[in-house]
């Protein structure tokens, strides 16, 4: 399964693979993207679930959205959020970023 790490490499230390530190892009905005606000219950990775059709996109969310406390995967009630949008787009942003790392 891929992971965000996926093409992130990697060096052997003291037994343990070090990764080089990922670069998450600020994805420009289109008009394809979705505006909500938050509700009670909303989370990253929930939203990621229903917009991504996977959870494990929920990084995508949360760094689009800087304004937003991302100390946990819970989102505050009555926010604006953005999904960026298509998904593709995001991932290969994400890989041409961190391509060389």
Request: proline share 6%.
């Amino acid at each position: 399964m891929s992971t965000r790490y996926t093409g992130i490499k990697g060096k052997r230390v003291d037994g343990e693979i070090a990764r080089g530190t990922t670069i998450y892009p600020e994805i420009p905005a289109t008009v394809d993207d979705i505006y909500l606000i938050s509700t009670t219950g909303d989370r990253f990775d929930i939203l990621a679930s229903e917009y991504y059709s996977n959870s494990k996109y929920w990084w995508i969310i949360a760094s689009n959205n800087p304004t937003l406390d991302r100390a946990s995967l819970q989102i505050t009630p009555g926010v604006q959020i953005r999904i960026p949008l298509p998904l593709e787009r995001v991932l290969n942003q994400y890989k041409e970023v961190n391509k060389n790392r």
